[in-house]
Nanobody, 118 residues
Framework: QVQLVESGGGSVQSGGSLRLSCAASRYTISSYCMGWFRQAPGKEREGVAAIDRDGSTSYADSMKGRFTISQDNAKNTLYLQMNSLKPEDTAIYYC????????????WGQGTPVTVSS
């Protein structure tokens, strides 16, 4: 079945950077829309960034200018480069696949935790 496996999470100090990866199997990411989401303790899941089949990207306002979503089609891997991290970025980060690019993400990874200390 389809698998999305995130990696790259960890602990970093405020102002630091991390790059998250999401390796896909049985799912060609270039054929679909992909997104990154996060869920902080006690909060609802929120969208972080998305990339369309044509490569166009979108970001939540608080991530603009700090986060970059990209993908390597040869490696079938999605990335999230996170710079200038803040303690409020602490969350579990998930990648997700949207088969029809309608915002209904059908496939989800297991998540990777990110902790930003001040």
């Amino acid at each position: 079945q389809v698998q999305l496996v995130e990696s790259g999470g960890g602990s970093v100090q405020s102002g630091g950077s991390l790059r998250l990866s999401c390796a896909a199997s049985r799912y060609t990411i270039s054929s679909y829309c992909m997104g990154w989401f996060r869920q902080a303790p006690g909060k609802e899941r929120e969208g972080v960034a998305a990339i369309d089949r044509d490569g166009s990207t979108s970001y939540a306002d608080s991530m603009k200018g700090r986060f970059t979503i990209s993908q390597d089609n040869a490696k079938n891997t999605l990335y999230l480069q996170m710079n200038s991290l803040k303690p409020e970025d602490t969350a579990i980060y998930y990648c997700a696949g949207d088969l029809h690019c309608l915002g209904s993400y059908e496939y989800w990874g297991q998540g990777t935790p990110v902790t930003v200390s001040s």
